[in-house]
């Protein structure tokens, strides 16, 4: 077992990642039930950090399950995890690799790099393949951290069976990426400024318009829902850490730049 290698002592305890005794088609249990899902996640430089955003629904089927998932999870004061696909899987792989960052940190009394937590987050996803490939354990995450030797954002993305990718600018998953995805090429190449030179505000403000744009097309993609209080997850991730955006922004923001714009 490597040192500080928190997965590898899991291991030696009859630890498996993922639920066991599920079928192997059209996405659903043993006896019959689907098997929720989750969508929509962003990512995307700005100046000074990360932004990373998820919708709040999650569905099985055509039923909304839940309306308020936290797509978004923190795994260290530098680094959050965003979730596309089954919320049961993805949640297990942000404990598992929260927890190892921290043995990691404990053990050898040092950081785990920025490399070793890319590839951590690769491993728990090859050893779902299994769960992946039978369609009822699908995860396809993003992960964005804060790198302190280059003092810059990053943002890698993944697909289902592990292989990663760094976004240089922006990465989506999700049922409603795709149209999100477009916008964020549109702003790059064609506007004014990049999405990479925008302010944390305008950021913000361009989340909130990306993800209510998916809703719009996508039925698996959450809206907000200002009675209830629902808003998407936002955080930041800059050199002070991670930050959420707190919700009276967010509402405040969306009701002069989303719902009021004239744009």
């Known amino acids: 077992m490597g040192e500080g290698n928190f997965l590898n002592l899991l291991k030696t305890t009859g630890y498996t990642l993922g639920p066991v005794g599920l079928s192997n088609q059209n996405n659903t249990l043993s006896h019959g039930t689907l098997v929720t899902s989750a969508t929509t996640i962003l990512a995307f430089k700005y100046k000074g950090g990360v932004l990373v955003a998820g919708d709040r629904r999650a569905t099985a089927g055509t039923t909304v399950m839940y309306d308020r998932a936290d797509k978004v999870i923190d ?27 921290k043995y ?5 009394l040092q950081e785990l790099s920025l490399e070793g ?3 951590a987050l690769s491993r728990l996803l090859k050893d779902n393949i299994p769960m992946a490939i039978q369609g009822i354990g699908a995860v396809a995450p993003i992960f964005a951290a804060y790198d302190p030797k280059i003092k810059e954002g990053r943002i890698y993305f993944y697909d289902i069976l592990g292989a990663e990718f760094e976004g240089v600018e922006f990465a989506t998953s999700g049922s409603g990426s795709p149209g999100i995805r477009g916008v964020l090429h549109y702003q790059n190449k064609w506007e004014e400024r990049p999405v990479s030179a925008l302010p944390q505000k305008e950021a913000v403000i361009l989340a909130l318009r990306l993800l209510e744009t998916a809703a719009e097309f996508d039925a698996a993609t959450g809206g907000v829902k200002k009675s209830a209080n ?10 002070a ?9 967010l509402n405040r923001l969306y009701e002069e730049q989303v719902v009021g714009s004239h744009v």
Do not use: C, W
Not at 77 to 88: D, F, Q
Not at 230 to 239: E, G, H, Q, S
Not at 241 to 249: C, F, K, M, R, Y
């Open 104 to 108: 990691y940190r404990r053990s050898q």
């Open 75 to 101: 795994i260290d004061s530098h680094a959050v995890m965003a979730i596309a696909g089954v919320p049961a899987t993805a949640f297990e792989m942000a404990r598992v690799l929260e927890h190892s960052f």
């Open 230 to 239: 629902v808003f998407p997850i936002i955080k930041t991730i800059n050199d």
């Open 241 to 249: 850490g991670v930050q959420e955006i707190p919700l009276d922004v």
């Open 117 to 119: 937590k890319v590839r």
